[in-house]
């Protein structure tokens, strides 16, 4: 039986040492990254309606993501029957947080969208930890060279109002703004119930414009394999999870709960399912506001979400 790497070197256990994602190497220096996966910190939420607090959200996850850092040797799924990123053939860097400009949206986007592109132009998978939903728009834009692209949406919200008091990039608004660029071909959003943060106008418009609705209900009747068959097969998909896509029995902690979300391994089969049908090309993780969660499940939540997602992309990647 080989020897696991256990058996040398430091045990180095979840709260012992520096506290990056995974607790995978830091690069700061972003002309030097050479990586498969780029951990990017968007601490804004600045365009928040209603609780604040998401902009501790990438430090929340990197915490909670130590928990899943002691497989040395990766992580074994006995039901796949696979090692899930061994750390010898996927790499993983943290690269820190964007410079947030306190009230200043505009620069504070402007420094997120140069540092995804930076995360593109080196050629690694950028994942995103927000920040309020509002992070996505410089994320998706910092595609505009590296597309086409298909926006698959796990949120309780539309978030397709166009303009609202002048506001157009707050949290609201992500999913009008990307349906706007030229780059991204479609936009298929799950999850999407109850009193939401759009008006009637505004679900007219996405489907209008091609975008595939379902709520949570809607998604449970068909399974994971037809909510699957509503996607483009075989095209690049971007992947932006709002945690509040989950129920709040598993993720309180976020700045607009929605009651009759997703239990985990609904997202989850619909995610490795996704990693199968075409290539994951960028991934963000938002509204985590761990100041609503003492109990600190929602930020677990967000890490295990990521570290199995990126598991099941990387595989999926090595069979072809």
């Known amino acids: 039986m080989m020897a696991h790497e256990y058996e040398s070197g430091r045990l180095d256990l979840p709260f012992v040492g520096h506290c990056t994602f995974g607790k995978r190497p830091v690069c700061l220096e972003w002309d030097k990254l050479d990586a498969d996966v780029a951990v990017l910190g968007v601490p804004f939420d600045m365009g928040t309606q209603y609780r604040p607090g998401a902009r501790f959200g990438p430090r929340a996850i990197r915490e909670a993501s130590t928990l899943f850092s002691f497989g040395h040797g990766g992580a074994y799924d006995h039901e796949d029957d696979v090692t899930y990123l061994p750390l010898d053939k996927v790499r993983i860097v943290d690269v820190g947080d964007v410079d947030i400009i306190h009230t200043d949206t505009s620069r504070s986007h402007t420094n997120a969208e140069a540092a995804v592109r930076k995360i593109l132009e080196r050629g690694a998978l950028p994942v995103v930890l927000g920040g309020d ?25 539309l978030d397709f109002v166009d303009v609202r008091h002048g506001v157009r990039e707050g949290h609201g608004n992500p999913m009008r703004r ?69 129920d709040p029995s598993i993720a309180p902690g976020t700045g607009t709960p929605s009651h009759g979300g997703f239990q985990y391994y609904e997202v989850m089969e619909i995610l490795q399912g996704l990693a199968k049908r075409g290539d994951v090309v960028g991934i963000d993780l938002v509204e985590v506001a761990p100041a609503y969660d003492p109990s600190g499940v929602t930020s677990i939540l967000a890490a295990q979400v990521l570290m199995n997602f990126l598991g099941y992309i990387f595989e999926e990647r090595s069979q072809r």
């Open 178 to 246: 990307a349906a706007e660029q030229a780059h991204v071909t479609g936009l298929t959003q799950i999850g999407i119930r109850n009193v939401s943060s759009t008006a009637r106008e505004g679900y007219e418009d996405a489907r209008a414009r091609g975008s595939t609705i379902l709520s949570v209900r809607q998604a449970r009747k068909l399974g994971a394999e037809g909510v699957l068959d509503k996607i483009p097969r075989g095209v690049r998909y971007y992947v932006t999870i709002d945690i509040d896509g989950f």
């Open 133 to 157: 939903h509002a992070v996505n728009i410089p994320c998706v834009r910092a595609f505009s060279e590296h597309g086409p692209i298909h926006i698959v949406q796990i949120d309780a919200h």
